[in-house]
């Protein structure tokens, strides 16, 4: 009955995370983007750094419960979440995220 809310809540925390998680490196993407390094390759070192901790969550919570669907459930949403608040600072050009920080 809490599945969707669980769902939800965990989306909304996937988001604002990876927000606030980009939100200070945008010079240092775009740098990184300067120096050569593939929009693919970002993208997948900033989701993981991002996912690092609540991976680790959902699994313990699922080891403690017994029951790991909603933790899965859960972790699931929250990639979902980080991923759509990832994908604009690593795949715009560099030029313009330096051109949105000033």
């Known amino acids: 009955m809490l599945l969707p809310l669980i769902a939800l809540l965990g989306l909304g925390a996937g988001f604002l995370v ?3 998680g980009t939100r200070g490196e945008v010079r240092t993407y775009a740098l990184m983007r300067t120096l ?7 993208f ?3 989701l993981i750094e991002q996912l690092l901790l609540p991976l680790l969550a959902t699994a313990l919570v699922g080891m403690i ?6 933790a899965l459930i859960f972790f699931g949403c929250h990639l979902a979440g980080c991923v759509l608040a990832v994908l ?13 920080q000033d």
Do not use: E, F, Y
Not at 65 to 70: E, F, N
Not at 88 to 100: E, G, I, K, M, S
């Open 65 to 70: 419960l017994h029951r790991p669907l909603p």
């Open 88 to 100: 604009r600072p690593v795949t715009a050009p560099p030029t313009r995220l330096l051109h949105d």
């Open 44 to 46: 997948c070192t900033v």
């Open 18 to 20: 990876g927000l606030l």
């Open 36 to 42: 050569g390094m593939s929009g693919g390759a970002l």
